[in-house]
């Protein structure tokens, strides 16, 4: 079967940095994506990974170690608008050629003052 | 404006009722999705489009149905609601099937009573 875990909720300060992980279990994987999503909103997209290794972009970073099934993502300098769903996503291949998205439930994070 | 959009931004339905969610995007995407956002489940896929003409199902088709008649517009159909299909329905987009990144439009908040 195909299972996405992360964690439920995690509470950091403003200004701090604080690391959400994912780990993974699939089949056909072609590749990990991290969403945010505030309340009553929409999913944005944050990051996309496919091959072993840390991506950054500005104040977030993502890392994948395909061999151990196992993602974070990194939030630097958190802001209070930060405060949001954060979701962890893995691509696979199905039926040789389809691909899909499987998302985890998500990681709530509260940026206190 | 480029992006995509939902209609109606919630509804409350009787069970039993036929009910239409409409999704339209203007970016040209050839492939579009829905899914429903539960709480403690995720987001879960219900039907998928990967170019005009063509649909398939996603994890969690059974009770809607879906027709992708051009480019632009992916509508989803209840046939005859009931009260587990109440949730918060996503529509999304990507350039192509198994794009890397996938735009969310604002959502669907249905309540079957």
């Known amino acids: 079967g195909q299972n996405i875990d992360q964690p439920t909720e995690m509470t950091a300060t403003e200004g701090a940095i604080v690391q959400i992980n994912c780990t993974y279990q699939?089949?056909?994987?072609?590749?990990l994506f991290w969403y945010q999503q505030h309340a009553g909103e929409a999913p944005t997209f944050l990051s996309y990974n496919v091959l072993d290794g840390l991506e950054e972009k500005g104040r977030f970073s993502s890392f994948l170690s395909r061999s151990k099934g196992y993602s974070y993502l990194l939030l630097k300098e958190l802001q209070m608008k930060d405060s949001a769903s954060y979701l962890c996503a893995v691509r696979v291949i199905y039926g040789g050629a389809t691909n899909k998205l499987i998302f985890g439930t998500g990681t709530l994070l509260a940026v206190q003052p | 404006i480029a992006g995509i959009t939902q209609a109606p931004t919630s509804q409350i339905l009787a069970a039993g009722r036929r009910m239409t969610l409409r999704c339209t995007q203007d970016?040209?995407?050839?492939?579009m999705y829905w899914y429903r956002q539960d709480l403690g489940l995720g987001l879960r896929l219900i039907h998928y489009s990967n170019t005009a003409g063509t649909t398939g199902k996603g994890e969690v088709p059974d009770g809607y149905s879906v027709s992708r008649a051009n480019t632009d517009d992916f509508p989803l159909t209840l046939a005859s609601a009931v009260p587990s299909q109440t949730s918060v329905y996503f529509c999304a987009s990507s350039l192509r099937q198994g794009g890397n990144e996938q735009f969310f439009g604002p959502g669907t908040r249905l309540t079957v009573l």
């Open positions: 699939t089949s056909g994987f072609n590749g």
């Open positions: 970016m040209r995407h050839n492939a």
